[in-house]
């Protein structure tokens, strides 16, 4: 493949990935939140070499960029390849970065199968370049304005978030996928591929559904704001018109107001209202009455009294002679007015306008927009005219005709629009709204009432409200502070959260997978050389365990965060929606616990590290708990569960109790999950052995839908199941048999199965064991009965938690006070000491065991070695959750141990039993 073909199709890549990043875009203000192009760029440089994915991506970049740019702003000039130049030349810049560091620290050809390499990939080489991308495309937004400088951060860290992710899960997912049968066979290509896409998939599909609703939300809120100012508004144009009614009503309930009865009721209605600007009455005046209002009002103080008009020069003076005049002749208040009183309206033709639409419908009509000059300040407003008639009481004359003949003259309130919408303005600034007002009477001329600076902005709702007789437009637009107040963080973290969880799938899978192969080629390599391949293979045996130690540490860790936070916020007032999505969050923890339970058990077996216990115990007390643990699965389904054993069966005998038991729940669980109708029968029988020795047989019989001899054959098999169909249907690792078969034959005996398609299955397994006389009586209380659900349970109990991860000493102390309890946190061992001695006396000590400065092995050993703590309950709660782990634990004298991630009711419960019996062992 030349390299020209290689670029173009690198480019092509790069595009449709990045056209399907947009769909993981979270508007406003977010980058893209998964960026597979970024894992497309790293992959195919290091793939096919840097400088074809240099061209490539760049192309592939520049492109998307031009259409993204093209969707927003419709329009396309030469300067504008100013942005998708910088972003594209960020993008390859990174793709080189990424190739030199992964070139430097993971040596070729990139396999995933050393922990070291996948960590190097997980936190340097992946994380390190993508922050070239990221700062100089956002620096480069930020210079030519697109960016904010107070939006800088929050954009820089959810672009770096982006790439950051695309690399990590898809950087791994294409090498894999790409690469040699000799580099990757194909079922660890398999295996790492097929459940990274169905998680990735998985999340998608949550995100999606996350983010329409919180959409519908911000929809919703946007619609409730847009009805509280249309009804602010309308009640205020309310008040404002019935306070103008009130004034008219008195004229027309009067033979005769004078120029003091007119001031003393229109300062009442003044008194307290900053939007009324004037109150004014215009009478109706003929040319032959001019002088003789012009002496009235002068006699009455007004000594320079006269009908005014504006000359061409917009100066005042004296109004010229016409039929009628329309003049301001009561005015209140008169201070700032002084100089409209005695002008007449009529010398205006848009006053003039206004005034004989009122007259002619008989109603209330508003002016349009006008400019109000007080104080020499310009500001907006408009006047209302209420029309009066004669000889008409608090009637309309009935036609057109007779109003213009009765009209008698005007009552005219001026407003002040701001002053009138100020607690709609209000409003719109407290919910981050701009607002824009127009006076759409005349709709191919609309008028701006008030104006903001929307250029920037996207109109979310318009409305329209008569204002007397004339049309006002409101429109809002939601400003930057609304959408940096709304952002959708809760799509984003289902996003990442989810991703985040596959990435931490992938690399764990990619461990195990690549171990497992590496160690096989090594064998393989090293036949001939026995003695170098034996210590060789016990030093990699040895290296398994300690992975496996570490390794279950650091799943557990993070996974007892994810699932004690998501129980945490299930107490909590939650849509339902969001119940759902936090369900089904701790659901697929669960699995993937399970998961990684399994195949930790299962690399244990193959590494022939698994050690069984050999310790009395009561069969009786087994079955019994088996039976009580399935009893309401089964009636969950509506079938039948049943338990049966020989009435001569020895009830107590030496073995390993704990793995018969994983064996049984598993054949039971695979019972009833596929059974749908009809029953689960267990029955168990035995047949001595020798003298000492007896041969247990356990059998676990369904009716639910049988296995084909076909599938039978590979039934046992790691990670196999009947079919395809089936762990679609039904889910599961195909690992579960594979253990239980292993775990079966390391106690002795052989597992068995016998089934017919749509009729059932019986399993049946035995077991060696040793008969005694007796069971031995364990002083250690049962922590796997479910205390009640009580938050009073630990009440008057103070808790010293000892633990150093921010995250788990939150859940652990929102766990303890949510059952009642005192808590006390130590970040370490030697704090743990400190506070012992400071804040005690404490019912029970939580003790993690990995802590910076002193360990939980240590502190532990310090506390018992003071005589005044000896008796104080010490309980181990970490992720080390290997046996091995909780007999160190123990050795160390602690009481109890419990792994991580918990289940509240048992830390609870735990604590409860030994504080218990504690005061019992003291009285």
């Known amino acids: 493949m030349n390299i020209i073909l290689r670029t173009t199709l690198i480019a092509l890549a790069y595009f449709i990935a990045g056209q399907a990043g947009s769909f993981f875009s979270i508007p406003p203000g977010f980058a893209s939140s998964i960026w597979p192009a970024a894992g497309i760029g790293l992959a195919t440089a290091l793939i096919y070499g840097p400088t074809p994915a240099m061209a490539g991506v760049f192309i592939g970049s520049f492109s998307v960029s031009c259409v993204n740019f093209l969707e927003i702003n419709?329009?396309?000039?030469?300067?504008?390849?100013?942005?998708?130049?910088?972003?594209?030349?960020?993008?390859?810049?990174?793709?080189?970065?990424?190739?030199?560091?992964?070139?430097?620290?993971?040596?070729?050809?990139?396999?995933?199968?050393?922990?070291?390499?996948?960590?190097?990939?997980l936190l340097i080489a992946g994380p390190m370049a993508c922050l070239v991308s990221a700062t100089i495309a956002v620096t480069g937004l930020f210079l030519v304005g697109a960016v904010p400088i107070s939006n800088l951060t929050f954009t820089w860290f959810t672009w770096w978030t982006g790439d950051t992710i695309g690399v990590l899960f898809f950087t791994p997912l294409i090498i894999i996928a790409l690469s040699s049968k000799k580099v990757i066979n194909h079922s660890r290509r398999l295996q790492v591929i097929l459940p990274s896409i169905i998680l990735f998939f998985t999340v998608s599909w949550f995100f999606a559904g996350s983010r329409e609703h919180q959409l519908e939300i911000q929809n919703r809120e946007l619609l409730e704001t847009a009805t509280g100012f249309s009804e602010l508004i309308e009640k205020q144009t309310i008040v404002v018109k019935n306070k103008l009614l009130a004034l008219t009503a008195i004229y027309r309930g009067s033979e005769f107001i004078d120029r003091q009865g007119f001031s003393t009721f229109a300062n009442i209605l003044l008194k307290d209202d900053e939007s009324i600007q004037a109150l004014e009455w215009v009478p109706i005046v003929s040319h032959e009455e001019r002088k003789t209002y012009e002496y009235l009002a002068q006699s009455e103080g007004f000594s320079r009294f006269e009908f005014k008009e504006v000359s061409d020069n917009n100066e005042l003076i004296s109004a010229n002679k016409r039929a009628y005049y329309l003049p301001i002749y009561y005015l209140e208040p008169f201070p700032k007015n002084e100089a409209a009183l005695g002008f007449d309206l009529g010398s205006n033709p848009e006053r003039r306008h206004v005034l004989e639409q009122a007259r002619d419908s008989g109603n209330q009509t508003a002016s349009p927009p006008l400019e109000l000059i007080q104080g020499g300040k310009a500001q907006p407003g408009f006047f209302i005219v209420s029309p009066l008639y004669e000889h008409s009481g608090f009637g309309v004359p009935d036609n057109i005709s007779d109003r213009r003949g009765r009209i008698s003259g005007y009552v005219l309130g001026v407003f002040n629009t701001e002053q009138v919408m100020m607690s709609a303005l209000k409003f719109a600034k407290s919910k981050q709204i701009e607002l824009a007002v127009r006076d759409v009477t005349d709709v191919e001329n609309p008028i701006v009432i008030i104006s903001m600076d929307t250029s920037n902005l996207k109109p979310s709702h318009s409305f329209q409200l008569n204002i007397a007789n004339r049309v006002w437009q409101?429109?809002?637009?939601?400003?930057?502070?609304?959408?940096?107040?709304?952002?959708?963080?809760?799509?984003?973290?289902?996003?990442?959260?989810?991703?985040?969880?596959?990435?931490?799938?992938?690399?764990?899978?990619?461990?195990?997978?690549?171990?497992?192969?590496?160690?096989?080629?090594?064998?393989?390599?090293?036949?001939?050389?026995?003695?170098?391949?034996?210590?060789?293979?016990?030093?990699?045996?040895?290296?398994?365990?300690?992975?496996?130690?570490?390794?279950?540490?650091?799943?557990?860790?993070?996974?007892?965060?994810?699932?004690?936070?998501?129980?945490?916020?299930?107490?909590?007032?939650?849509?339902p929606k969001q119940l759902d999505y936090l369900v089904k969050v701790k659901s697929a923890s669960r699995t993937l616990l399970s998961l990684i339970n399994d195949t930790l058990d299962f690399s244990k077996i193959e590494a022939g590290k698994m050690e069984l216990e050999n310790i009395t115990f009561d069969l009786n007390e087994l079955l019994s708990k088996i039976d009580t643990l399935f009893q309401y699965a089964a009636n969950e389904k509506n079938i039948q569960f049943q338990m049966q054993k020989n009435i001569n069966i020895s009830s107590c005998i030496t073995?390993?109790?704990?793995?018969?038991?994983?064996?049984?729940?598993?054949?039971?669980?695979?019972?009833?999950?596929?059974?749908?109708?009809?029953?689960?029968?267990?029955?168990?029988?035995?047949?001595?052995?020798?003298?000492?020795?007896?041969?247990?047989?356990?059998?676990?019989?369904?009716?639910?839908?049988?296995?084909?001899?076909?599938?039978?054959?590979?039934?046992?098999?790691?990670?196999?199941?009947?079919?395809?169909?089936?762990?679609?249907?039904?889910?599961?690792?195909?690992?579960?048999?594979?253990?239980?078969?292993?775990?079966?034959?390391?106690?002795?005996?052989?597992?068995?199965?016998?089934?017919?398609?749509?009729?059932?299955?019986?399993?049946?397994?035995?077991?060696?064991?040793?008969?005694?006389?007796?069971?031995?009586?364990?002083?250690?209380?049962?922590?796997?009965?479910?205390?009640?659900?009580?938050?009073?349970?630990?009440?008057?109990?103070?808790?010293?938690?000892?633990e150093d991860n921010l995250v788990n000493q939150l859940i652990a102390e929102e766990v303890l006070t949510g059952f009642g309890a005192s808590v006390v946190l130590a970040d370490n061992g030697k704090l743990a000491l400190d506070k012992l001695n400071t804040d005690g006396p404490f019912s029970a000590i939580l003790m993690d065991i990995q802590m910076p400065e002193m360990d939980g092995y240590e502190a532990t050993k310090h506390i018992r070695a003071n005589p005044s703590f000896k008796d104080i309950p010490i309980i181990a709660m970490t992720a080390n959750a290997l046996s091995s782990d909780r007999e160190e634990c123990l050795k160390a004298g602690m009481n109890d141990h419990i792994p991580k991630p918990f289940e509240p009711e048992d830390v609870a419960n735990a604590i409860l039993n030994w504080t218990k019996n504690r005061h019992a062992t003291s009285s």
């Not at 100013?82 to 972003?87: E, G, L």
């Not at 993008?91 to 030199?100: F, W």
């Not at 034996?534 to 540490?553: L, R, V, W």
Request: charged share 15%; with cysteine; aromatic share 8%.
């Open 655 to 802: 073995g390993d109790p704990l793995r018969i038991e994983q064996v049984l729940i598993n054949l039971c669980s695979n019972a009833i999950k596929f059974t749908e109708q009809g029953s689960v029968k267990v029955t168990v029988s035995e047949t001595p052995v020798d003298n000492e020795s007896v041969s247990l047989l356990f059998s676990v019989s369904d009716t639910g839908i049988g296995i084909s001899p076909a599938q039978q054959q590979q039934l046992f098999t790691s990670f196999k199941q009947a079919d395809a169909s089936t762990t679609r249907k039904y889910g599961g690792t195909g690992l579960g048999l594979t253990i239980c078969k292993r775990l079966v034959e390391l106690m002795g005996g052989t597992i068995t199965l016998k089934s017919k398609e749509d009729q059932g299955s019986t399993f049946s397994f035995t077991v060696i064991c040793e008969q005694s006389a007796a069971p031995t009586v364990e002083t250690k209380p049962d922590s796997h009965q479910k205390p009640p659900s009580s938050t009073h349970l630990l009440s008057g109990l103070n808790i010293l938690v000892a």
């Open 74 to 121: 419709n329009t396309f000039l030469a300067h504008d390849l100013i942005i998708p130049s910088v972003i594209a030349s960020g993008s390859a810049i990174q793709a080189l970065t990424g190739y030199l560091l992964i070139k430097k620290v993971i040596p070729s050809p990139i396999r995933f199968i050393a922990q070291k390499e996948i960590l190097n990939f």
């Open 474 to 575: 409101f429109s809002i637009y939601p400003n930057e502070s609304y959408y940096v107040l709304g952002r959708d963080w809760n799509s984003w973290i289902v996003l990442t959260g989810g991703v985040i969880l596959a990435i931490l799938l992938q690399a764990f899978i990619l461990l195990v997978t690549g171990f497992n192969e590496a160690k096989q080629e090594e064998i393989e390599q090293k036949t001939n050389a026995l003695r170098k391949a034996s210590k060789e293979a016990d030093n990699a045996n040895q290296a398994k365990s300690n992975f496996i130690a570490n390794m279950s540490h650091e799943f557990r860790t993070p996974l007892n965060a994810i699932i004690g936070l998501t129980d945490l916020t299930l107490k909590t007032e939650l849509s």
